[in-house]
Structures are given as structure tokens and as C-alpha cells.
């Protein structure tokens, strides 16, 4: 984690990570994340280790065609909503991503990976189970020293109800990291109140799933709990629907859980007809945590063409709504900048051909997401004099 050589991409990367092992909500949040940023027209691509899969290649995930078994489940449910790859080497996965046309990448997990240089990574953990007893692996879930995670994270997300994570979100403070809070909610399963249910679940935190069942005002009569990422036998997977129908119970279970059960054999599909879907969302406004982590991304990039001789005006955006860009310039001219229509022409003749020949369009990716023109003018606009790269 500190002293590995990191590839570098030419979009942004966002790292959804955990201090430990499993069972934060990575998924949830980068999936919630990927949503945000296609809202704002923008194409966010996912990149996965493919953990529990079969494929040791590069690959772009297909829905329609891949199993779990050859891609992971957390790829599998990360392509339902936008451009996935799964790769081994995770700067060889960054690179096709960046061919396939996205203009954001966001890292499910691999947080202490040094693979990939990371913009901006967010560290989700759990408001109920916080970091465990606080060991290392294996005497404990956490994966490495937590001072040097906390030197790499950009920010803390705390997910849920609880205090088990306020000592971690203290000691974030004390080192300067922002801090997020995101409750839990689960849309469209209030008819599930006052009903006899089976839950089963094959994820790092079973317990957590079925208290999120139980909050809906269901009553779990049967409880099956298999492996992280297991997949059940045909013969679990018939036990689970013979008890369901002798006892007149309603199954439910995790996303993950049901994106494995696709193209297995069996009475899986007959399962997949049956069983209800229970996935809590993070709720919280992610733009905003998109917003200084695209900022920050724009800064690196100003000081990375800087210090190849470069002058660069100003990193702006050339997609932000015609409405904004009066107000936009009177801002810059307050500053002694220059205009939009100024700095784009100067970029046509200034920028040169090779990975910064595209500089423009960089650009316009980190700043997308600022609403607000004040936010845009102090968080995204750069100057770069004398090959020194400054906030304006």
C-alpha cells in the first residue's frame, strides 16, 4: 500500500473502499455513486477485481451472457447498472475501461491495492460493526495498520445506525478527512409488514440483511446463511423452496445472493421467480461527495501538465449549462482569469497532440458535477504560471 508504483489513467478514479475485511456496503455506495454521475450525463465505468470468479482475463461484463461463477456476483450486479471490467491487473482494467468510453472509473474495493493511482477514495464503514475488535488480519477483520489507511483516504462515509464507528470517525477528523453520514432505506417492500418470511444470504454480514428484513416489519420464521460469495447446491436450493411452500413462507434475500443464483442448475430459476429482493440503498446526496473528489482530480492534473512546460490558463469544463456561463466568466474576471470562450480557444492552439491533447475534455469531467458556480470557481479552476499549479 505505501511503497507499490501506481499506474495512472487519464480520468478520474474513484476508490470505494473499507478498512476491513467485507460487510461495509461497498457495493451499495458505488452503485449509488455510479447513479449520481449518470444523472449528471456523464459515463461512469466500474472496475473489479472479479473476486470468486472463474476469469483470469480481462474482461468487460456482460449481463446477458456472463454467470456469476465466471465473473464474481459483485461484477455481475455492477454491470446491471453501467460499464464494467473485470481484471486481475488493475491498471490493465483502468486502460480498457478508458477505451470503452468512460470518462469516471470507480473502484469497487481495492482500497489497499497500489496497482492504480487513485484520486479520491472513500472509505465506507459500517455504523454498526465499526472495524471489530480493531486486529489485524487474521486476528482480527482489519486489513492493514489503520493510521497508514487513514494517510490514503480521502474521505470517511459511515453507513447506517450505530456508534461502533465514532472512534474511527474521530481519529479521521483529527487527521483532517472529511466526513459523510448515510442513512439506510430500502424502497417499494412495505407489503412484506406483518408476513412470515424465509430469508437466506451468502454475504460478509448475514445478520445485517436480516435486521434490514426485520425493519421492514417482516417476521423471519427460517434463517439460511451460506459462505461469503458461496454459491448454494441444487439440493439447498430445493430444500429452500420445499420448506417455503410447506410452511406458506415468503423467501427474500440479498441482490448478490440472487445474481448468483443465475444460470446455476437445479430449481435455481424457480427460486429467482420466487424470492424477493431486499437491497438497502445508502441515502445520502453523493454528489456532493463526487464533487471534491473530482475537484481534487482536476488539481493533479493541472500540476501533471504544468510540469511538462505547459501554461494552461484554466481547467474549465465545456459541458456546463448556458445559463451558468455568464455568471462563470463575471467569477473568472474577478480572479483575472479569463474568459470560457478565451480558454478554449487558447487550449486549441496551446495543447499539445498525446495524453494531454484531450485536456478539455478531462476537465470538463471534474468539474460536471459542481452545481453551484462558487464551488465550480474555488474547487475546479486552476492556474498553472511557471509550471506551478495553484487554486484560483
Not at 110 to 126: C, E, K, N
Not at 374 to 392: E, K, Q
Amino acid at each position: 500500500m505505501v511503497n507499490g508504483k501506481r499506474a495512472s489513467v487519464p480520468v478520474p478514479v474513484i476508490c470505494v473502499g473499507n478498512f476491513t475485511v467485507g460487510g461495509a456496503g461497498k457495493t451499495p455506495t458505488a452503485l449509488a455513486l455510479a447513479q449520481a454521475a449518470k444523472a449528471k450525463g456523464m459515463k461512469p465505468g466500474f472496475l473489479s477485481r472479479g473476486y470468486g470468479g472463474s476469469l483470469d482475463v480481462t474482461t468487460v461484463v456482460d449481463p446477458e451472457h456472463h454467470h456469476a461463477t465466471a465473473v464474481g456476483d459483485e461484477p455481475l450486479l455492477l454491470a446491471r447498472e453501467a460499464l464494467t471490467v473485470i481484471a486481475r491487473r488493475r491498471a490493465e482494467g483502468a486502460e480498457r475501461l478508458v477505451r470503452e468510453g468512460a470518462d469516471l472509473i470507480i473502484m469497487d474495493d481495492g482500497f489497499q491495492s497500489a496497482q492504480l493511482a487513485i484520486d479520491y477514495a472513500l472509505v465506507v464503514i459500517d455504523a454498526g460493526r465499526g472495524i471489530g475488535n480493531g486486529h489485524l488480519v487474521p486476528g482480527g477483520p482489519v486489513r492493514a495498520p489503520l493510521r497508514t489507511q487513514l494517510l490514503y483516504a480521502s474521505a470517511l462515509l459511515k453507513v447506517g445506525d450505530g456508534n461502533a464507528a465514532d472512534r474511527i470517525v474521530r481519529l479521521a477528523a483529527r487527521a483532517g478527512k472529511p466526513f459523510f453520514a448515510a442513512s439506510v432505506k430500502v424502497r417499494g417492500q412495505e407489503d412484506l409488514r406483518g408476513r412470515n418470511v424465509l430469508a437466506f444470504a451468502g454475504i460478509a454480514d448475514p445478520g445485517k440483511f436480516f435486521r434490514t428484513v426485520e425493519t421492514l416489519g417482516a417476521n423471519i420464521a427460517i434463517r439460511r446463511t451460506f459462505g461469503d460469495h458461496e454459491h448454494p447446491g441444487e439440493d439447498e436450493v430445493a430444500d429452500i423452496l420445499d420448506i417455503a411452500a410447506r410452511e406458506g413462507l415468503q423467501i427474500v434475500t440479498t441482490s448478490k445472493d440472487y445474481v448468483r443464483l443465475i444460470g446455476h442448475h437445479g430449481r435455481a430459476d424457480e427460486l429467482l421467480e420466487r424470492c424477493r429482493v431486499i437491497e438497502p440503498i445508502p441515502n445520502l446526496a453523493l454528489s456532493n461527495t463526487l464533487r471534491p473528489a473530482l475537484a481534487g482530480w482536476s488539481k493533479t492534473l493541472a500540476s501533471e501538465v504544468a510540469a511538462q512546460g505547459i501554461t494552461v490558463n484554466m481547467l474549465l469544463p465545456g459541458s456546463i449549462a448556458t445559463d451558468r456561463l455568464a455568471e462563470l466568466d463575471a467569477a473568472t474576471a474577478r480572479r483575472g482569469g479569463k474568459s470560457l470562450e478565451e480558454v478554449s480557444t487558447e487550449r486549441q492552439h496551446r495543447i499539445p497532440a498525446g495524453r494531454y491533447g484531450r485536456v478539455e475534455e478531462f476537465a470538463a469531467t471534474a468539474a460536471f458535477l459542481c452545481s453551484e458556480p462558487a464551488s465550480y470557481v474555488t474547487g475546479t479552476m486552476v492556474r498553472c504560471d511557471g509550471g506551478a499549479a495553484r487554486s484560483l
